[in-house]
């Protein structure tokens, strides 16, 4: 066969590809600019003191779009089970609860910390160490997910991070 031949009998199997992979760049664009517009900062997640089993995580999320998005899971590695939760006052005390969806709006930025939203993180599937960092894994209701990494801290060291007015709320 000679390559005249073999090219003119594969010149549609390329352009098909490059059509596809032109259409796949497109969508994969799309889809990464709507998640640039979520972004972590600062996410933590506190070593399990012995015996405990349960620990807390802590992060930022800005949302820089246009129009408001709802978090409605978020997974991180080597964790068995992550809650969403939220302190409130009810009647002069504070009461933890579980948040199953959370809306962050359009140019608002949201801060998981002590004494207001936070993770609940449960079932270590190993021991985890300070300094160690975790994939963590947000995921919203119009199908997006954002990765980032998590630092493992210690009680001690979130203390010391902690404003003076916010350090009679670190219990957990």
Same mark, same amino acid.
């Given at each position: 066969m000679?390559?005249?031949?073999?090219? #003119?009998? !594969? #010149?549609?199997?390329i352009l098909a590809m490059g059509?596809?992979?032109?259409?796949l760049l497109a969508h994969a664009d799309h889809q990464h600019d709507t998640v640039n517009e979520i972004v972590v900062n600062n996410a933590q997640i506190r070593d399990f003191l012995p015996g405990s089993k349960s620990s807390a995580g802590y992060l930022t999320l800005v949302n820089h779009g246009d #129009?408001?998005? /709802?978090?409605?899971?978020?997974?991180?590695?080597?964790?068995?089970?992550?809650?969403?939760?939220?302190?409130?006052?009810?009647?002069?005390?504070? *009461?933890?609860? *579980?948040?199953?969806? !959370?809306?962050i709006k359009a140019n608002q930025q949201l801060d998981f910390k002590p004494g207001g939203?936070?993770?609940? %993180?449960? /079932?270590? *599937?190993?021991?985890? *160490?300070?300094?160690?960092?975790?994939?963590?894994?947000?995921?919203?209701?119009?199908?997006?997910?954002?990765?980032?990494?998590?630092?493992? %801290?210690?009680?001690e060291s979130q203390i010391a991070e902690t404003p003076q007015s916010q350090q009679h709320h670190t219990h957990h």
């Open positions: 000679s390559f005249k031949s073999l090219l #003119t009998m !594969l #010149t549609p199997a059509l596809y992979s032109s259409a #129009t408001a998005i /709802e978090l409605t899971k978020v997974t991180v590695e080597s964790l068995g089970r992550v809650e969403i939760h939220e302190h409130q006052h009810v009647n002069g005390m504070m *009461k933890m609860q *579980k948040v199953d969806t !959370l809306q939203y936070h993770l609940m %993180v449960f /079932e270590p *599937k190993e021991p985890l *160490k300070i300094g160690q960092e975790l994939k963590l894994t947000l995921y919203f209701s119009n199908g997006d997910r954002v990765f980032t990494q998590a630092s493992v %801290v210690s009680l």
